[in-house]
């Protein structure tokens, strides 16, 4: 059913409209845009029967047939509903339509506002945030650091453990624990 529709139920009449657009003739180019309203209710109303109706038979071969009668000249299916059903439909209700666009048009610019403005916020909060909990952690970061350990790091990147590492404890413990530590990991590497 996909190539099928797609090909004559979308491909074929694009490429009729090009052609009545192309030549001006008002007659063609009136028949194709009814078409395409028609075509426009048939692909809204399938989205929902495609979820009920699928499981009756011959379901998918009555589509086809519908977009084939919609296309013929014999047919003019897509004239016949439209002229039929939906301009006299739509003309009654054409007020109450674009109305109702409008609002939805205010409304959806209202809340697209609020809710880029909330995002806004949102994201100069998290980047103020960021901002100042990463100040802080390079801030501490540099602070643990020597100058002998900056230099070791720069020059020499062969040494696993830089020889003077001032390891920040609490305030009660200033003593460094590198020369134990670095005695602790050869004494251990011993023991292997």
Not at 72 to 81: A, V
Not at 111 to 121: D, I, Q
Request: hydrophobic share 40%; proline share 4%; charged share 20%.
């Amino acid at each position: 059913f996909f190539f099928s529709r797609l090909i004559f139920g979308t491909l074929y009449p694009a490429y009729y409209s090009y052609k009545a657009v192309k030549s001006k003739d008002i007659k063609e180019y009136v028949k194709w845009m009814m078409y395409w309203i028609i075509f426009a209710l048939f692909t809204t109303a399938e989205t929902f029967t495609d979820i009920f109706l699928c499981w009756f038979p011959f379901y998918y071969e009555l589509k086809i047939a519908f977009v084939a009668w919609l296309l013929s000249p014999y047919t003019k299916g897509s004239s016949l509903l439209y002229r039929k059903f939906v301009h006299p439909t739509l003309s009654s209700k054409e007020k109450e339509i674009d109305d109702c666009l409008v609002q939805a048009k205010d409304r959806s610019y209202d809340a697209l506002v609020h809710f880029g403005k909330r995002g806004l916020n949102v994201a100069a909060t998290a980047a103020v945030m960021a901002a100042s909990k990463g100040q802080g952690a390079l801030s501490e970061r540099l602070r643990s650091f020597s100058m002998q350990d900056l230099s070791t790091i720069r020059g020499d990147s062969s040494s696993t453990v830089p020889p003077s590492v001032t390891v920040r404890t609490s305030s009660k413990q200033s003593q460094p624990k590198t020369s134990r530590s670095v005695s602790e990991g050869t004494g251990s590497s011993g023991k292997c």
